[in-house]
């Protein structure tokens, strides 16, 4: 028997094997390449819903002041912001480094599109506020914070929305806020220890409600009168509620707020004032006939409503000081 046919198929053997080994080496590579890809996709799904899938994780962050606090406090650096004032009059983020976070807009609606694009977000944080005491969203209006639903399809044009619910419970709501931020990368032992000082702060506000049940009242006021906070309305103040503060009760019918005009504004009560610091201040109420005497007023036991943000610190730090102005209140109505 000839070897001819052997020596001619060990090369044709040879090819066969290098085929299969460089067929099995691509498709290795193809797998690898494709579970790196699947590793590197980042996806999330906001509180509305709706589902937001890049092909890697977003670094670069913008968003209204309200979402960009809390991502701050858990280690986060936000590239631009916008809001209802600019981040050097927003209390909110006193202690917070705000060097490189570009300023878009600081009036309500008003947004810098241009300057917004300029800073190259990967994602864009908002949130939405529900209409009536069901929860209902208007989704025929954009998100809190932009003018119409053209501006919002227009930042939506530079990077995906992604969108924070501040409706029903509070604690929900950090909850939610909390794990958006760990979606974008924030140090998890951060987030740890920041849940731990608000669930020592909850602990301490639960104590004093309870040793001194005065009765709170959450308000803005301005040139057309008063206007008192429903606390069930409000997230943090009913976060406070179930924690056993006490809230004023307004008459007036009507979601969120109860409106009184400066000639009922004497029937707001409440032996401790949250005044919303928005509007008019603590000297400008005095000069008000109807509220000047008002014993919370008489008593000086008007405080700041700073509205804090949503997230483990902002609301252990406010709670805390919530604590404070309970603890040393005295009950000064019926």
């Not at 009168?225 to 809230?247: E, M, T, W």
């Not at 000086?300 to 406010?318: C, E, I, K, N, R």
Request: glycine fraction near 8%; proline fraction near 5%; aromatic fraction near 8%.
């Amino acid at each position: 028997m000839s070897n001819f046919p052997r020596i001619r198929l060990l090369p044709l053997v040879a090819a066969a094997l290098i085929a299969a080994l460089a067929a099995c080496s691509s498709s290795t590579s193809s797998s690898t390449s494709d579970a790196a890809a699947s590793h590197q996709r980042w996806t999330f799904t906001d509180d509305l819903g709706k589902t937001v899938t890049l092909d890697h994780a977003p670094t670069r962050v913008a968003g209204m002041n309200d979402e960009i606090v809390p991502l701050m406090h858990y280690g986060l650096k936000p590239v631009a912001s916008w809001g209802y004032s600019t981040i050097k009059d927003d209390a909110r983020f006193d202690g917070l480094d705000t060097s490189g976070v570009q300023q878009v807009g600081s009036v309500a609606g008003e947004i810098d599109v241009e300057k917004l694009a300029a800073a190259r977000p990967d994602i864009i944080v908002s949130e939405v506020y529900p209409t009536d005491e069901k929860g209902t969203i208007d989704t025929t209006q954009p998100d809190y914070g932009f003018k119409d639903l053209a501006q919002q399809k227009q930042v939506e044009a530079i990077a995906p929305v992604v969108t924070i619910l501040i409706g029903g419970d509070g604690a929900d709501v950090v909850e939610h806020t909390t794990k958006l931020a760990l979606a974008l990368g924030a140090d998890s032992a951060t987030v740890a220890k920041a849940k731990a000082t608000y669930t020592a702060a909850s602990d301490r506000l639960r104590k004093a409600a309870a040793a001194n049940p005065v009765t709170v009242a959450a308000l803005y006021a301005d040139s057309d009168g008063i206007n008192a906070a429903k606390y069930q309305d409000d997230p943090a103040l009913r976060l406070y509620s179930d924690l056993g503060v006490k809230f004023f009760a307004p008459e007036p019918k009507g979601f969120y707020w109860a409106d009184y005009s400066w000639e009922n504004a004497g029937q707001v009560g409440g032996d401790v004032w949250l005044l919303e610091q928005d509007g008019y201040d603590r000297a400008q109420l005095a000069k008000q006939p109807t509220v000047a005497k008002s014993p919370a007023l008489a008593a000086g036991q008007v405080h700041p409503w700073l509205s804090a943000t949503l997230d483990y610190v902002s609301q252990a730090q406010y709670m805390d000081q919530l604590s404070g102005w309970i603890g040393a209140a005295k009950a000064v109505t019926g």
